[in-house]
């Protein structure tokens, strides 16, 4: 539904993003995980237009991304911001209104996600008089209320306490049940892997991982944890296929390549004297993205 | 959903948060208080530093010496100069380079004026020419006759001519142009930096980046100045419907009709003006990412303002006719606040006012097109102040 082709940004003699190229399919929720500065803030910003891309295109239901299919994307910004000075309910129905609603749907919109957010007693607060969690709320209301069509949500978890966190993995599920296809990045790489249906990794402006997390385990093989107490530091290194990942009071772990059999290193374990443990674990999505990206914990 | 009804949506949020603030009220009443005092205080700081020049011809140069002595006992400052012939001294008159032309000779003194002599060059004046009287009527002193010298010394008076007939509203339509000059400055000058404020509190708060992925950046330009330009359009009628009302309920202005037109004329100034400051007030405003550069990135622009507010209350009050005057007030970045003016003096021909309206409308033209460009280059950029060459560059 959301398909970003080659889209190529220089900010003088940085690229920023060079030839980001992923789709995202109706109802489905895409996680865009990367180090600070790797592009996804650039590449979030071309897709709603705020930016201008130098190469590549941006299309959405199959047609090239115009002023007004933008209108109808939901954004939340890296950097919040809201009007200061403004009411939440009149900040809401105004920026619905921009968005293209009626003022009718502006309202009831804004009432609806003004209750739905917890914010009922705030809605005709000023916005500077909430607290910061409560701003990241109407902040977050204010990239749903016009019924968006696309959502491109830039850290949306960042500053929100652990309720208002289950309640924005609730309102994206629903979006995305309701066939809205969910950008968003965010550096809680355990929350990306329990929400997201396929991940985006970027760095230094590529996409160098793109997939759903089985698939990007797919070519990595597994982590096997080998708890032998008595054996040597050093005692796997010599084991083909094999990468030790780190030892850690009598816990080896060790990263094997796809295909190794795993007897081998049972049978060197066990040449050391005490095996209390041999576990299979898949990699998480934390250490893929420690792989792909290169920054190790070995 | 068109563009129009987005400028639209835009504009509505700016009338909505301005009319419902208080300052808003409080300011509409402060500027009526601070126009009064303003302009009485004006009056009498011009009426003091006047300079009287005045021109002598043919044998009259002969009184250059006494006439500046008698004029300083009268407290009275005067420049005297000798003109080289009386026609020449007319036209100096007409031009307003001159307030009075002396010619004929000392014991009569003929004066050339554009509409009426000052008081008190008149009587230094009359003096000179009593005292030449008086010294004949001395020479001749075997036939002395205390009686009919005195008679004579009395009679002995200048003889003055107007070039043009004494307007007598001439006081009451400076007083308006005062009044329509510094309504027009202040207000252009409020409402410019209202857009400029509103321009940098979009980007400081970052509310821009949201707005930007709804609307284009020139129809949040256009938005925010048509919004402002309304609510300051509507306070410059209170204050002038208010004012027009007052002076010509309590007989201060007795020409009604002209007032109500100072006003109307005003208002279309005002937009105008309006229209060619606010752009260029919301592109410098968009340069910077904090409330605290702003009135330093301003500054440029504020100034142009405020010497177009001096050199109209100065040229008005003292050379209304000159061609400086009328120059200067067809020239765009002062037509909005001289132009009015002159039209409340009533010395504003109607080409004057064609041509000043023309130039007004090519140079909104232009400098809405370069502000739009400064502007939608610049209000996504945080971080320090922007080089005004680097918002010109293509992006």
Known sequence: MLEVDGVTKRFG?????????????????????????AGKTTTMRIVLGVLAQDAGSVRFAGAPVEHAARRRFGYLPEERGLYPRMRVLEQLVYLAELHGAGINAAH???EH???????REHRDTELQRLSLGNQQRVQLAAALVHDP???????PFSGLDPLAVDVLVEVLREQARAGVPVVFSSHQLDLVERLCDRVGIVAAGRIVACGTVEQLRAGTGSTLVVEAPDAPPDWASGLPGVTVLGVHSGQTRLRVAPGVDDQPILAAALATGRVRGFTHHHP??????????????? | MTSRHTVWLVARRELRTRLRARSFLVGTAVSIAILVGFVLMQSTLFGGERVTRVGLSGQAAAISAPLAEEARSLGLDVQVSTVRDASAGEAAVLDGDLDALVTGTPAALHVVVDESLDENLRRALNTLVQEEVLRAQLAAVEELDPDHVLGTVADATVDVRSLRAPDPTHDERLAMALVIVALLYLSLLLYGTMVAQGVVEEKSSRVVEILLAAVRPWELLAGKVVGLGLVGLAQLTVVGGVGVVLAVVTDVLTIPGV??????WGLLWYLLGYLFYATVFAAAGSLVSRQEETQSVLLPVTSVLVLAFVLGFGLLSRIPNSSA??????????APILMPGRLALGTATGWDVALAVVLMLVSVAALTWLAGRIYARAVLRTGPRLPLREALRKA
């Open chain 2, 325 to 334: 005057t009328a120059v200067l007030s067809v020239l765009p970045p002062f």
């Open chain 1, 108 to 110: 009831r919109a804004a």
């Open chain 1, 149 to 155: 069509l696309l959502l491109v949500l830039d850290e």
């Open chain 2, 259 to 264: 007032a109500v037109g100072t006003l109307l």
């Open chain 1, 113 to 119: 996600w003004i209750s739905r957010l917890g914010l």
């Open chain 1, 13 to 37: 003699d940085v690229l920023a993003c060079d030839r980001v190229t992923f789709d995202v399919a109706a109802g489905e929720l895409f996680g865009f995980v990367g180090g600070n500065g």
């Open chain 1, 284 to 298: 998480s999505l934390a250490e893929l993205y420690r792989d792909v990206v290169g920054v190790g914990s070995r």
